[in-house]
């Protein structure tokens, strides 16, 4: 089953407006929660992330709101530029037993920025 | 510093046949995970290995296996290749113990199942 959900599928936006994707989860074990930018023929890159201790974190035009009463997090893009156009991948992480940890993925999300 | 490196980056096999895939991380990096991509399952953890030993594994069935050397190198093999084994297969080291971190991602190897 799907542990963290993503939506939109696809997302077009306007060149200087504002992109927003969202995912929800279920596991409240989950502590860790970034956000992978991926570009085609190229692995995802790791764009932003946060813990669960702070409701949002801000890193230039990229900006994720954590809602952890709500179990869900988005990932807002200011001022989307035609170079933003890639799919996004929201995770989620926990700690297992053997001390090591594995990322679940959301399904992925293709942003297009028209100019 | 030299990214993650996967070779090959494409291959095509036949069903039935056995495939070797191999990821060199960063230099320093110890840990290294193999993800899965598809169209229909988006990306999926198949295994981690830190300091030659397995700690993690995905619901993946036993034909596919990895290791990992000791110089932080590593493989996965895929035996008896299936049309649905056809994906993007992954590679990410990170330099922590705890693997979620810094997880940096090669470019993937493309293997096509024919």
């Known amino acids: 089953q799907q542990q963290v959900k993503q939506s939109p599928q696809s997302l077009i936006v306007q060149k200087g407006g504002i992109s927003i994707i969202n995912c929800a989860y279920e596991?409240?074990?989950?502590?860790?929660f970034p956000w992978y930018q991926q570009f085609p023929g190229k692995g995802p890159a790791l764009l932003i992330a946060?813990?669960?201790?702070?409701s949002e974190k801000k890193e230039g035009r990229f900006t994720i709101s954590f809602n952890k009463s709500a179990k869900q997090f988005s990932l807002h893009i200011m001022d989307s530029q035609p170079g933003d156009s890639a799919t996004y991948f929201c995770?989620?992480?926990?700690?297992?037993?053997?001390?090591?940890?594995?990322?679940?993925f959301g399904t992925g999300t293709r942003l297009t920025v028209i100019p | 510093k030299a990214g993650v490196t996967q070779t090959p980056r494409y291959l095509i096999k036949t069903r039935g046949q056995q495939v070797t895939l191999s990821c060199s991380p960063i230099s320093g990096h110890r840990s290294v995970s193999w993800y899965q991509q598809t169209p229909g399952q988006g990306l999926q953890f198949l295994f981690e290995?830190?300091?030659?030993?397995?700690?993690n594994k995905g619901n993946f069935p036993g034909r596919f296996s990895g290791r990992q050397f000791s110089n932080s190198r590593s493989e996965m093999n895929v035996s008896t290749l299936e049309l649905g084994d056809s994906a993007l297969y992954l590679c990410?080291?990170?330099?922590?113990?705890?693997?979620?971190?810094?997880?940096?991602f090669g470019p993937g190897t493309r293997l096509t199942v024919l």
């Open positions: 995770a989620a992480s926990r700690l297992n037993q053997t001390g090591a940890n594995n990322l679940f």
């Open positions: 290995y830190f300091s030659e030993t397995q700690r």
């Open positions: 596991n409240t074990a989950f502590d860790y």
């Open positions: 990410a080291s990170s330099l922590e113990e705890r693997t979620t971190d810094t997880q940096y």
């Open positions: 946060i813990r669960p201790d702070v």
